[in-house]
C-alpha cells in the first residue's frame, strides 16, 4: 500500500492476493470479475467487520460496469480481471475517445484493438458482462462486431473503450492490444428501429382514431325498407309540418329503391299527394317570409335615413366652428383636431348618404318594372283604335252607294273592326264568313 498526496492510501489492483485480502477484511467473499474465487478457503466470520451479510460484487449496483453517468461527474475505472485476460485501464488524464454519432436504434458496437491471438470465447467473456449478446461478427484482423439484445448494453459496453488488454501474463505483442469501442450502424438495427416507429406510429393513429371516435356525432340511422306499416306511420309523419322534412326524405329513398309495385302504388300515390298539400303551406311561409323582409328593409331605410340626418349635423357642427367667428379662439391643436374630425364625419356621412340612395334607387327600379308589365293590354287598344280611326275615316270618305259590292265591303270592314277588340280582350279568335 501507498500514501498520495491527499492522505488516502491505495492499493495496487494488479495484485489479485492484495484485492483478496482487502475484500475478506471487509466480510466479503473474494470473487473476481469472471464470478470465480480468488480465495478458495474464504471464512466470513475472520473478517475484520463481524455481523456484516456478505456481499456479492457482482450483485446489481456493486458490479464493475455501470449505467453511464452524468458527464459532470469523473468516470473512475479500474482493473478488471477475467478468467483468461486482463483489462487494465487507460490513462485518466488523456481525452476521451472519440466516438461517431449513435444511429437510430444502435444494438451493435465496432471493437478495434483485439489481440490477434483472441477467439470468440474471449470476446464473450469480457463484453458478456455488458449485456446479452444475439451475434458477433470477428474478422481476420484485430476488430470485430458485437450486436446486443438491447440498446442500452451499448452504453455499457462503450465504458470499456481505451481499456488495454492482454491474455493471461504473457508479454506477446499478438497476445495485448487496446480496446476501442465505437457506435456500428447495422442494417438489422435500422430495420428494428423502424419496424418499432411504425408500431408507434400505428399505436398513435388508433389512439386519435378512437378520441375522433369518441367526439363525432352519431350516424343517422339507417332507412327502413317499405312495408304496409311503415308506409301507414310515414303517411302520418307526411301531414305533419315538423317532421315532414325527415318524412319525405325516406319516401325518396323509397322510390329511388324501386320498392313502388302495383301492389302498394295506391299507397305511394297517397303519399306523394300528402307531400304535394305541403306546396300552399311552403309557399305562405314564404311569402310571409318576403313580408317580414320587406317590413326589415322599410325600417333599415328609416332608421338610416335618420342616421344620416344626424351625421349632417355633426357636419354642419364642424362647419360652423370652422367658420372665422370661432375658429380664431381656438389653439393650433385644437384646430388640428377639429379639421381631423370634420374630414373623418364627412367621409362616414357621405357612405352612408351612398347606401341610402342606392336603397331608394332600386325602389325606383322595381316600381319602373312593375310598371313595364302592362306595355302589351296598352299597345292592343292603340291598335284597335286605330282601326276604329281608319274604318270611320274609310266610311266618311266612302258614302253608302248603290253598288252592292261596294256596301258588302262596308260593312265586312265594320264587322272586323268591332270583333278583333273583343278577340284582343279574351284571348280568343272567332272566323267569320
Known amino acids: 500500500m501507498t500514501m498520495d498526496s491527499n492522505g488516502s492510501m491505495t492499493m495496487p489492483m494488479s495484485d489479485p492476493n492484495a484485492w483478496a485480502t482487502a475484500m475478506n477484511n471487509l466480510g466479503m467473499p473474494p470473487i473476481g470479475i469472471s464470478g470465480q474465487q480468488l480465495m ?28 453511464p453517468l452524468s458527464q459532470d461527474l469523473p468516470v473512475v475505472k479500474e482493473i478488471i480481471h477475467c478468467t483468461t485476460c486482463t483489462l487494465f485501464p487507460p490513462n485518466p488524464n488523456l481525452p476521451q475517445p472519440a466516438t461517431r454519432d ?7 458496437v465496432f471493437v478495434g484493438g483485439v489481440p490477434e491471438n483472441s477467439n470468440e470465447q474471449l470476446i464473450v467473456e469480457v463484453f ?8 458477433i461478427r470477428k474478422s481476420k484482423k484485430n476488430f470485430c ?20 488488454i492482454r491474455l493471461g501474463s504473457s508479454t506477446d505483442k499478438k497476445d495485448s492490444g487496446r480496446l476501442h469501442v465505437d457506435f456500428a450502424q447495422a442494417r438489422d438495427d435500422l430495420y428494428e428501429w423502424e419496424c418499432h416507429q411504425r408500431m408507434l406510429a400505428r399505436e398513435e393513429r388508433h389512439r386519435r382514431k378512437i378520441e375522433d371516435d369518441l367526439f363525432r356525432p352519431p350516424s343517422p340511422p339507417p332507412i327502413v325498407h317499405y312495408s304496409d306499416h311503415e308506409s301507414s306511420q310515414l303517411g302520418d309523419k307526411i301531414k305533419d309540418d315538423g317532421k315532414f322534412p325527415e318524412a319525405v ?5 323509397w322510390l329511388e329503391r324501386g320498392e313502388v309495385n302495383r301492389r302498394n302504388a295506391n299507397n305511394f300515390y297517397s303519399m306523394i299527394q300528402a307531400s304535394n298539400g305541403h306546396i300552399r303551406r311552403l309557399t305562405g311561409e314564404k311569402s310571409q317570409h318576403e313580408k317580414e323582409v320587406e317590413e326589415a328593409k322599410d325600417k333599415f331605410k328609416i332608421a338610416l335615413a335618420g342616421i344620416v340626418g344626424q351625421f349632417e349635423q355633426i357636419v354642419s357642427v364642424f362647419q360652423a366652428a370652422s367658420k372665422q367667428k370661432a375658429w380664431d379662439h381656438f389653439t393650433k391643436a385644437q384646430r388640428k383636431n377639429l379639421d381631423m374630425w370634420r374630414k373623418q364625419a364627412e367621409e362616414i356621412r357621405n357612405m352612408h348618404s351612398e347606401q341610402l340612395m342606392g336603397i331608394r334607387r332600386e325602389e325606383e327600379m322595381e316600381m319602373s318594372d312593375d310598371d313595364m308589365e302592362d306595355p302589351p293590354d ?6 284597335s283604335g286605330m282601326q276604329m280611326l281608319s274604318v270611320q275615316r274609310f266610311c266618311q270618305h266612302h258614302r253608302p252607294s248603290s253598288d252592292p259590292d261596294l256596301q258588302r265591303r262596308q260593312l265586312c270592314l265594320t264587322e272586323m273592326t268591332v270583333i278583333i277588340p273583343q278577340a284582343s280582350d279574351n284571348q280568343l279568335t272567332t272566323p267569320h264568313e
Open 249 to 253: 326524405h325516406v319516401l325518396l329513398t
Open 145 to 164: 462486431h458485437i450486436r446486443f439484445a438491447e440498446e442500452f448494453t451499448v452504453d455499457k459496453a462503450l465504458f470499456l473503450s481505451g481499456y488495454r
Open 378 to 383: 296598352s299597345k292592343d287598344s292603340e291598335d
Open 128 to 135: 458478456g458482462q455488458c449485456g446479452e449478446i444475439v451475434a
Open 102 to 108: 449513435r444511429p437510430p436504434g444502435c444494438k451493435t
Open 40 to 67: 478458495p478457503d474464504f471464512d466470513p466470520s475472520l473478517g475484520m467487520m463481524g455481523g456484516i451479510t456478505p456481499m456479492n460484487p457482482m450483485m446489481p449496483g456493486l458490479g464493475m460496469v455501470f449505467n
